[in-house]
Structure formats: C-alpha cells, structure tokens
C-alpha cells in the first residue's frame, strides 16, 4: 500500500518497512563478480513455466554466464544459430536460456527446424530478430510449446503483426531511446502484454525503462578482457609490495627442464670438439 499526504492512515497499526532485509549467503570460491543492477529488481518480472524472471544476462560466454547473478540467458549472438552453441549454452547453464533462431540471414523453414530443435534442447524460449516475417513467426507458433520472443527495434516495426502471428513476448532494443520506444510500444498494446527491454549500462537508464513499461530488463556484462584487466592489476600491485628477490639464473634446474623439451632435428647443431681424440 502506498501512502501519500492525502491518504487516509489505516484505522489499525501499522509499520512502514523502507528497506527489507534480505540474508545473504556467498562462498568464498563461488562469489559472483557480474552482478545485475539493482535497479532491474523494480521491474515486475515475467512468469514463464512458472519461474519468475526480471534480469536477462545478454551473452553466450558460459563463464560469465556461470559467474552472474542473473536469472535467465539472452543468448542471441550475430551470426546463424548453430544448436552446438545453443546445446553448450543450454548444459553448462544452471538458469533458463532464451535462444536467438534467426530473423535476419536466416528464416524461413530453417529457423522453424532450428526453433524447434531449441524447445527439445531444453530452451526457456525463442528469439527472433527484427526482419523475421510475420508468416514465419505464425508456422513456428504452430510447432512450438514455449513462447515466441519478437525484436523490436523502431516505432516503425510492425510489432503488432508480430503479436498477431504468435509472439508471446517482445523484446524492445532502441538504443538510447529504448525507455522511449518501451512507452511508445505499452501505448499501443496496452499493459498486460510482456515486454523484455534492454537496460544500458547504469542504473538511471534501467530505472527510465522499467518505468515506461518494461517488465523484465536485459543487461549487457562486462567483457572478460574488462573482468581481468582490474584483477591483473590487483596481482601486479600485490607482487610489487611482496619484495621478492629478484630471479636468479644460477638457481635454474636447467637439465630438468630440457627433459621433458622436444627439440626437432632441423633445430640442432652438433659442436664438433676442438682437439680431434687422435690428436690428444
């Protein structure tokens, strides 16, 4: 219940909670560095199979996938889909995944098979991108049991054919103007219908577009080079503070480690002695 100077305060007692306390259990080996935003949990969230979903990690990096708190895969890359991928994404996975069946290059019967094929996989749902034709979003609704996720990209995308085909979940990628395109979109077919959006990368764009509509936020995580550069740069301030003496070339096991080299025959030179044995 919300309370405002204008309310009427409820005749029983009552307590504000302005923060709820929620316990917290991490390992030391299993602590999570991509966190989602907080500002993704304001948004309502979308029930699919009865899991409640509100962050979607947008990568195909199985371990950036296994190392966030997020609690669904986007997993849509730019090139055809491959089930390999998919399988791979699917198994290494402990979360539902979304899976990308084309839009673009590929369409038609083969991203039916191939959407198809993702259902049996064990995907949460598919992914369409923006070109995919209305006809083609109607035959993969005919054979498929899990919801059909339609891109939107623009005011112009004809995302209502997209619902009338069978998409069951939009998902709104506008850029800067995606909080925008989300208001434009809710205008349009009302406030029941769910709608996936990508949040930018702070929290005041997340904020703005779960505001205008979104349910459930897509975040884009740092890249792996990103994650390493700050670790590396802990352990090189952590070696230079260590004082370690300087390597020492004498302290080398030099034929040990030859043991275990393999060196070509093209790549040796034999060194013939100075004295002959006859001469000595």
Known sequence: ???SKKSKLPKREFRIIKD???????????????????????????RIQGTRIKSLIFSTDIAIIRNSNAQAVFAVYPFTPQLA?????????????FAGVGGGTTSGPRS????????LLGAYGVV???????????????VLDIPIIATVVSKHDDFVGK???????????????????VAYVRSIIGNEFPIIATGGDDESKIHATTQAGANAITYTPPSTSELFKTM?????????????????????????????????????????PEFPHDEK
């Open 1 to 3: 219940m919300s309370i």
């Open 20 to 46: 709820k306390y929620v316990p917290e259990i991490e390992s030391s080996l299993r602590k999570k560095p991509v966190l989602m935003p907080n500002a993704i949990y304001n948004a309502s969230g979308i």
């Open 85 to 97: 991928i998919v399988q791979s994404i699917i198994q290494g996975s402990s979360i539902p995944v």
């Open 112 to 119: 039916v098979s191939i959407a198809l094929e993702c259902e």
């Open 128 to 142: 369409v991108n923006t070109p995919m034709k209305n006809e083609v979003i109607r035959d993969m609704y005919e």
């Open 163 to 181: 619902i009338n085909a069978g998409a069951r979940i939009l998902n709104v990628s506008g850029g800067k103007r995606t909080a925008e395109l």
């Open 232 to 272: 590396m740069e802990d352990y090189r301030e952590k070696s230079a503070e260590s004082g370690n003496k300087p390597n020492d070339p004498t302290n080398l096991h030099v034929e040990e480690f030859k043991r275990d080299l393999v060196f070509p025959a093209d790549s040796i030179e034999y060194i013939e």
